[in-house]
């Protein structure tokens, strides 16, 4: 139910797009949000986005990445300029259900940054 792409190896301070697309009904059903999984290190949220538009960021990403949608396409990105190498891991895109919780996951994509 979701898809997402755009991983791979990037150098430190350079960018990367990441697509999460959806069918339409998950898409629409509750915010959806970007995760991280670092090796050894638990998952974290790193943004968010939910259907009014409204964002979150996770502390001092927002400098650096920027999470938007293409409601028509029901894909979802996010958008990572200036990488650094902790920000290596894999990134899952999710979609909340009706109570809150983050129920239908992508697949990840490996996001390798060289330092």
């Known amino acids: 139910q979701l898809q997402a792409s755009g991983g791979g190896l990037v150098q430190a301070g350079g960018s990367l797009r990441l697509s999460c697309t959806a069918s339409?009904?998950?898409?629409?059903?509750?915010?959806m949000g970007w995760h991280r999984q670092a090796p050894g290190q638990e998952r974290e949220l790193v943004a968010a986005m939910h259907n009014s538009g409204d964002t979150y960021y996770r502390g001092s990403l927002k400098r650096r990445f920027t999470i938007f949608r293409d409601i028509a396409k029901h894909t979802a990105y996010l958008q990572m300029n200036n990488v650094r190498p902790e920000d290596t891991a894999v990134y899952y895109c999710?979609?909340?259900?009706?109570?809150?919780?983050?129920?239908?996951w992508g697949q990840g994509t490996q996001v390798t940054v060289s330092s």
């Open positions: 999710a979609v909340q259900n009706m109570y809150g919780y983050y129920e239908y």
């Open positions: 339409g009904r998950t898409f629409s059903i509750g915010p």
